[in-house]
């Protein structure tokens, strides 16, 4: 299971969402001289663990990819789907599992209707004067919460998992999680978009909720 409050109808849903992104195929994959091997599915999908800040990798800037990375990137966004799900999550940056690539996952619909994105090479090119004040959390920072503001509207161009040039635009809560995670490919994270003051507050509680979660 993604999560282990989840059902399975919508663990199932997500799967046949995956796959359809994915284009892994009906059902089955050839497995060579052997004839076909189960295909794997959204619940039994590897998850990996995610960097946690302090850890310095949450800092670099993350490279573009390429012609040459089709494999690594249909390797690694089931991955980061399954990583985001069971988190739980409602986006998650390659960075955050310790891959400096410029590839983000989101899904910001409720779990009875997914709606997984995979977003390769995003970028934004157009954002609203306007701002807007949302709270954020952040998987690299878990159980720290704060008001950030950001412009209320953006437009992302980014490629597909075809390498098809495609763009998104959006305000609200989606308009949040696409510059949330574009700011992670930079090494950029939401506390600091904060005044000094608070982001200090924020990391000083991290680290005490971390000990104390190492003690028990
Ligand atoms: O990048 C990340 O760390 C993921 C982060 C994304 C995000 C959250 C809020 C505003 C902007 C971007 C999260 O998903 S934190 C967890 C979270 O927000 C959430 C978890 C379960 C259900 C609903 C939301
Ligand atoms: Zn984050």
């Known amino acids: 299971m993604a999560s282990s409050s989840e059902s399975e109808a919508?663990?199932?849903?997500?799967?046949?969402?995956?796959?359809?992104?994915?284009d892994f195929g009906p059902g089955v994959a050839r497995g060579g001289a052997q004839g076909y091997i189960p295909r794997?599915?959204?619940?039994?999908?590897?998850?990996?663990?995610?960097?946690?800040?302090?850890?310095?990798?949450?800092?670099l800037?993350?490279?573009?990819l390429g012609a040459a990375d089709g494999d690594a990137i249909r390797a690694l966004a089931p991955k980061m789907l399954a990583t985001m799900y069971a988190a739980p999550g409602i986006g998650l940056a390659a960075p955050q599992i310790g891959e400096g690539l410029r590839?983000?996952?989101l899904d910001i619909q409720p779990k009875e209707k997914p709606e997984p994105l995979v977003l390769v090479n995003p970028e934004i090119i157009a954002e609203s004067?306007?701002?807007?004040?949302?709270?954020?959390?952040?998987?690299?920072?878990?159980?720290?919460?704060?008001?950030?503001?950001?412009?209320?509207?953006?437009?992302v161009r980014y490629l597909?998992?075809?390498?098809?040039?495609?763009e998104i635009e959006g305000d609200g809560l989606l308009s949040a999680c696409l510059q949330h995670e574009i700011d992670h490919l930079d090494g950029v994270l939401f506390v600091d978009h904060l005044s000094t003051l608070k982001r200090n507050m924020i990391l000083r509680k991290l680290a005490k909720d971390l000990k104390s979660q190492q003690r028990e």
């Open 61 to 64: 800037k993350a490279r573009p």
């Open 160 to 166: 597909d998992l075809t390498g098809a040039k495609r």
């Open 10 to 22: 919508s663990c199932r849903a997500r799967s046949a969402l995956l796959d359809s992104i994915l």
């Open 40 to 59: 794997p599915t959204m619940t039994e999908t590897e998850t990996l663990p995610i960097l946690l800040v302090p850890d310095k990798r949450l800092r």
């Open 103 to 105: 590839l983000i996952v």
């Open 129 to 155: 004067a306007e701002r807007a004040t949302r709270e954020e959390g952040c998987l690299s920072l878990p159980g720290q919460y704060a008001d950030v503001t950001r412009p209320a509207r953006v437009k």
